[in-house]
T-cell receptor, first 113, second 114 residues
Framework: GQNIDQPTEMTATEGAIVQINCTYQTSGFNGLFWYQQHAGEAPTFLSYNVLDGLEEKGRFSSFLSRSKGYSYLLLKELQMKDSASYLCAVRDHRRSGYSTLTFGKGTMLLVSP | DAGVTQSPTHLIKTRGQQVTLRCSPKSGHDTVSWYQQALGQGPQFIFQYYEEEERQRGNFPDRFSGHQFPNYSSELNVNALLLGDSALYLC?????????????FGPGTRLTVL
């Protein structure tokens, strides 16, 4: 089976930097995704990592270490609109040839003025 | 370029009833996955459809069934509704064979079972 852990809640101040960690245990690892979900809305795609290292996309960056089963999402220059739940999701490749996505419970980030 | 659409937006049913939710994938996508998201939880994988067949299934009972049509749209059916089926049902589409195979989500259907 799969196990994905991320903190339940985090708080930060507008303009600051915050790092949201995600650890996972899975077989057949085939990529890690980060999604942002505002309350009552659908998850929106933020980033994808399949190789070790850092992927940067504007104010958001995501890091992956496959050997450690570890990823983080880094948010810079925080804005009030960044208050949302951040979901870590791992894709595993099955022998069937089809892959599935397993989500963590999400980290609720609250950005205060 | 139309994104993933779902209908209805909200739905209220009573225990024992049946419900059908609908999803149209993002233009150019051929794979549809369904998720159940309870309040305060991450989405839980229900099943995935490709070429009109169920290809993967999560840990959900047979009361949950689905279908994919030739135009790639999909339906999720839930029979004998239970109070615990109250949740946000999300549809996600992707293009099989694409290197990242990123799933894009629709706005969801909020199902309330009374």
């Amino acid at each position: 089976g799969q196990n994905i852990d991320q903190p339940t809640e985090m708080t930060a101040t507008e303009g600051a930097i915050v790092q949201i960690n995600c650890t996972y245990q899975t077989s057949g690892f085939n990529g890690l995704f980060w999604y942002q979900q505002h309350a009552g809305e659908a998850p929106t795609f933020l980033s994808y990592n399949v190789l070790d290292g850092l992927e940067e996309k504007g104010r958001f960056s995501s890091f992956l270490s496959r050997s450690k089963g570890y990823s983080y999402l880094l948010l810079k220059e925080l804005q009030m609109k960044d208050s949302a739940s951040y979901l870590c999701a791992v894709r595993d490749h099955r022998r069937s040839g089809y892959s599935t996505l397993t989500f963590g419970k999400g980290t609720m980030l609250l950005v205060s003025p | 370029d139309a994104g993933v659409t779902q209908s209805p937006t909200h739905l209220i049913k009573t225990r024992g009833q049946q419900v059908t939710l609908r999803c149209s994938p993002k233009s150019g996508h051929d794979t549809v996955s369904w998720y159940q998201q309870a309040l305060g939880q991450g989405p839980q994988f229900i099943f995935q459809y490709y070429e009109e067949e169920e290809r993967q299934r999560g840990n959900f009972p047979d009361r949950f069934s689905g279908h994919q049509f030739p135009n790639y749209s999909s339906e999720l059916n839930v029979n004998a509704l239970l109070l615990g089926d109250s949740a946000l049902y999300l549809c996600a589409s992707s293009l099989r064979g694409q290197s990242t195979d990123t799933q894009y989500f629709g706005p969801g259907t909020r199902l309330t079972v009374l």
